[in-house]
Each structure stands twice: as structure tokens, then as C-alpha cells.
């Protein structure tokens, strides 16, 4: 039986004689699309997203030569409703589908009509990939993603033989002098402590982001229906990393200590649960009142991080506890943490030369 869905527009669910539920995204004189995820889901909304976009393109280039099909924002469609792009996270997908988009509508070099939109993908030569890198020149993090966005459409189309070569290999990231996220001083740890006291909704949120070290997106949603036996079991919104991070003693006693809501640890003035872009927004605000307006949630997550390595642990460990996928996210902050160490050690080499 199949039924449309009124809330997305071409939409249909379908019901076999197994009782097997499906959904598909079909526009008349097009090829129906399976969507994989359910409907409501932020991943349903990004595949239906991805799907409408290529028909809307397909309906207006519906006529014209094949040629015209193989463009850059082809190209892009197609990656979009690849598995490689279905397999990211739908927020990773949300922000390579607008850098993407915003790339079509920019000229293929200063004064041409022709936009890189509307590009053949044969054309695309590494010299224009650099134009459009040194657009993004005075933002070097901004221009290094769109670098790193065509690289992985490029290679995805060598992989899957759309084309020979990519033009965006050889085109290098630019030189970035920020270290990003100021990370947190044991000065400025105490300095926020002090300012706002245990039992405050600030502490909570500042404990939860201290000792588990997790992304504004995780912390917003962690709630007591994680707890095991004092084990925090979830998987983290970034990369589905499935992690068990056990509660250390000093976050727990913040815990007992504070108004939590049972979903969710922490919630806004309203009783509601923090998005993750409110919640950044809302901790920023919270630094500034402790007199730290440098300071950020993400901050305190590389603060964590250069901490527990500092104390000691491997890059293995830290793998384990922030959910990172490979050794040179973790052996960054080894790294550091054993320079620190052996710069401090040659001290004492100072020492015994003169002696």
C-alpha cells in the first residue's frame, strides 16, 4: 500500500505484503530515490534535502544535451546522494552541502559569466580550485575547508570513475597561524570555579565539559537514561563513536549537588532541552560574566585533553576517552604534553654540566 506523506513534499510510504515499511522520494518522469532513515529523523531531513535538490535540478536542465549533465553542480549532486555522503553525520552533511552550494554560484575566474556552477567537471583545472581557496584568503580555516570538501568529491570521483584525476590534489591547504580554541589554563579553570559555585547550572555545564571532555553537541543531549551503574554509556553525534566513560568522583559530587532535569542534565530557563548552538552560545556568555571572554566550551574540551596527557596517558587512551577515530588526533596532544616534559628535564642537564 502506499501512502504520500503531506508534511514532505514527493514523499511516498510504502507498505509490501510483509508488512515491510519503506520510503521513497518520487517526482514524476524521474527515477524514485530510496530514502533510508525514518521520517521526522535529522538524517530522513538530510536525505530528503539531498534528494529534492537533484530533482530540482534535473527538472531544469530536463531537455537539454547530455553534456550539460556532467557540470560541477552535477558533480555535487551526485556525491550528495552517494553512501560516502550518507554515511557522515548530519551535521558534517549540512556543512559541506552549503559550502558546496556557495561555491556554484561564484565566477570561474574575476568578470567571467561563467559560473563554477555551470563548469564542465572536465574543465576544472587545479588553477580555479586556487581562485577559490583565495577568495576565502583573509578566513585561512574557511578556505582550508573548501580544499579539503573538494578533495574528498573529487577523490569519491576517481573512485567511482566520473573522472581521471582531481584537480584539487595538488592545490595545498593554506597556512593557518591561530592554534583555534584557546584551551583553558588551570588559572582559568580555578577563575570560573570561583566565580560560579557548585550547585549553579554553570558548574554542572562546566563539570560535564571538563572531566568527560565532550562536544557541545553530546553534552547538550547526555541525561540520566545514559547512566549505568555510574558509567555514562552514548554515542556521540559527531561520527557515532559509541563510548563508556566512567563518572569521575569530583564530576559526580557537581551532579548530586545540582538541579538536573532526567533526560537531560542540562536545561535552558525554560525547562527545555539546549540545542547545541544555543547551549555554545549560552556557555560563551557565562565565561564573559567569569571575566574569561576568550574562553569556550570547546576550550575546556582541549583543555581535557592536554591534561590527561600531561598526566600521562597514551594516545591510545585518549583515543578511547574523547571518541577519536585516528592516532594523530591524540598523538597532538602527546606530543606537546612529552615536549613540556622534556624541555623541563633539560633544566636539570643545566645543572649538572656545571657542575
Not at 563518572?247 to 539546549?274: C, M, N, W
Amino acid at each position: 500500500m502506499i501512502t504520500i506523506l503531506k508534511r514532505y513534499r514527493y514523499v511516498v510510504r510504502d507498505v509490501d505484503r510483509h508488512g515491510t515499511v519503506r520510503h521513497y522520494f518520487r517526482r514524476k518522469g524521474q527515477k524514485k530515490v530510496l530514502l533510508r532513515s525514518l521520517p521526522g529523523t535529522p538524517q530522513f531531513d538530510a536525505e530528503y534535502e539531498a534528494a529534492l535538490e537533484a530533482s530540482e535540478f534535473g527538472q531544469r536542465v530536463h531537455g537539454r544535451s547530455a553534456s550539460v549533465f556532467r557540470t560541477f553542480k552535477w558533480l555535487s549532486h551526485r556525491y550528495m546522494q552517494s553512501t560516502d555522503f550518507r554515511q557522515l553525520d548530519p551535521t558534517t552533511q549540512h556543512s559541506r552541502r552549503l559550502i558546496l552550494q556557495h561555491m556554484w554560484d561564484e565566477p570561474v575566474a574575476p568578470g567571467s559569466p561563467v559560473l563554477i556552477g555551470d563548469c564542465p567537471v572536465d574543465r576544472l583545472s587545479p588553477k580555479i580550485v586556487r581562485v577559490l581557496r583565495d577568495r576565502k584568503a583573509a578566513h585561512p580555516n574557511a578556505a582550508n575547508s573548501r580544499i579539503k570538501i573538494l578533495r574528498r568529491l573529487f577523490s569519491w570521483a576517481v573512485e567511482n570513475e566520473i573522472v581521471e584525476s582531481s584537480p584539487a590534489r595538488e592545490v595545498p591547504f593554506l597556512r593557518v597561524r591561530s592554534g583555534g580554541y584557546h584551551t583553558l589554563t588551570e588559572n582559568e579553570i580555578q577563575q570560573f570555579e570561583n566565580y560560579w559555585a557548585i550547585g549553579t547550572k554553570e558548574r554542572l555545564a562546566f563539570a560535564l565539559l571538563r572531566f568527560l571532555g565532550v562536544r557541545r553537541s553530546d553534552v547538550v543531549r547526555l541525561g540520566r537514561q545514559h547512566l549505568r551503574d555510574g558509567v555514562l554509556v552514548f554515542a556521540t553525534r559527531k561520527g557515532g563513536v559509541p563510548l563508556e566513560l566512567p563518572i569521575p568522583p569530583e564530576l559526580q559530587r557537581v551532579i548530586d549537588a545540582s538541579r538536573t532535569g532526567d533526560l537531560h542534565f542540562l536545561l535552558t530557563e525554560y525547562g527545555k532541552p539546549f540545542t547545541a548552538a544555543g547551549f555554545g552560545g549560552w556557555f560563551r556568555d557565562r565565561c564573559d560574566a567569569a571575566g574569561l571572554p576568550h574562553c569556550s566550551a570547546h576550550g575546556l574540551r582541549k583543555a581535557a585533553a592536554t591534561s590527561l596527557a600531561e598526566a600521562g596517558a597514551t594516545p591510545h587512551q585518549l583515543m578511547a576517552w574523547f571518541g577519536w577515530k585516528t592516532l594523530a588526533q591524540a598523538e597532538r596532544y602527546t606530543r606537546a604534553a612529552n615536549q613540556k616534559r622534556l624541555a623541563a628535564s633539560v633544566v636539570q642537564l643545566f645543572a649538572k654540566a656545571k657542575e
